[in-house]
């Protein structure tokens, strides 16, 4: 690992290899200025001027320690293994394996001596959350990993998909990030598709009745997306929904996999996230926009959920900006 004089900033993290074999890759991105800038847990990722999409060959045995960031990070391995840790599981990749990570989730990276992998970092902002998303919003608050031997329906296809957008990537086409959005939105589409088909929710439904189902539950994650800072309760989010509380609870419990209210809580404090880092409110207004009841709450919530305070987690963030 190389440092550099860092002035106000913390520890950068050099990525800078050339082996002549893969020179090409980095012709790419000669724009880089060769380094990872990695500032109290929150990684900075230096695009391309113009572009939100970077996608790295990598080879170096360095390690990560835990960080977040804005973009999707999806990584390949194509020789060895790579260990990549959120804050409460391990996920052990090897050659051929896909990981997507999503927006923000803190993670940590353990790399062996030996091996190599495609790093693709693509930032989609706003565009994740229009309603096209919606639907894939239970399955991208966590870490997903694609194997051809768990997901054998759609692993060939969703492997062939990040091959192209790691082609022309490196070819350096015209409308290089128009096509790589195409891919992975086609790649967002067949998770979701897969994703459905094993899920229990709607088993034993009609097609007719089984698209009926998944249009009224998209329309209560935008529901939810809009209104959360709101006081809303299962009843009043049932009722919207068309369904008993009960039916209602159960099927969102099935469809998520997780509760009505750990879902609310979850929106809420990534929206906090964001006005924690972005916003100049005081603790107790971020707390009010995002839909807690109290300072106390807040507080006790955020510090259960992200395992520091809203007062740290700012501090985190804000730290030699």
């Known amino acids: 690992m190389s440092t550099f004089p860092t002035g ?14 893969i020179a090409a890759f980095y012709r790419k991105n000669s724009d880089f200025p060769g380094y990872r800038d990695v500032r109290e847990n929150v990684e900075h990722i230096n695009f391309q001027k113009d572009s939100s999409v970077r996608i790295w060959y990598n080879n170096l045995p360095i390690p990560f ?18 260990d990549i840790y959120s804050q409460t599981e391990l996920f052990h990749i090897e050659k051929g394996d896909i990981l997507i990570i999503p927006p923000y989730e ?21 565009i994740s959350g229009s309603h096209a998303f919606i639907g894939l919003k239970p399955l991208l608050t966590r870490i997903i990993q694609l194997t051809s031997d768990q997901h054998p329906q759609i692993y060939d296809e969703i492997h062939e998909l990040f091959a192209d957008m790691r082609n022309t990537y490196f070819s350096n086409s015209e ?10 939105y086609k790649v967002f589409s067949l998770i979701g598709m897969d994703y459905l088909k094993k899920n229990d929710a709607f088993a034993g439904l009609n097609q007719v009745t089984r698209k009926e189902y998944l249009n009224r539950f998209n329309n209560v994650l ?8 709101d006081d809303l309760t299962l009843e009043m989010v049932a009722e919207h929904s068309g369904f008993s509380k009960f039916h209602f609870s159960r099927l969102f419990k099935k469809y998520t996999n997780t509760t009505f209210y750990d879902y609310l809580i979850l929106k809420r404090i990534q929206a906090a996230e964001q006005l924690l880092a972005d916003a100049d409110l005081s603790i ?19 510090k259960r959920k992200k395992n520091c305070t809203p007062r740290e987690y700012r501090s985190m963030c804000r730290k030699n900006d």
Do not use: C, W
């Open 8 to 21: 106000n900033k913390s520890l950068i993290y050099s990525l800078v290899t050339t082996p002549e074999d």
């Open 65 to 82: 320690s835990f960080h977040r960031h804005q973009a999707f990070e999806i990584i390949i391995p194509v020789e060895g293994y790579y």
């Open 106 to 126: 803190m993670h940590r990276i353990e790399a062996p001596r030996e091996g190599s992998r495609f790093i693709y970092l693509l930032d989609l902002g706003d």
């Open 175 to 184: 409308f290089y990030e128009l096509n790589i959005y195409s891919d992975i």
């Open 222 to 229: 935008s529901y939810i997306n809009e209104y959360y800072s």
């Open 284 to 302: 107790t207004e971020v707390a009010l926009r995002t839909g807690f009841s109290s300072i106390s709450t807040f507080n006790r919530t955020f």
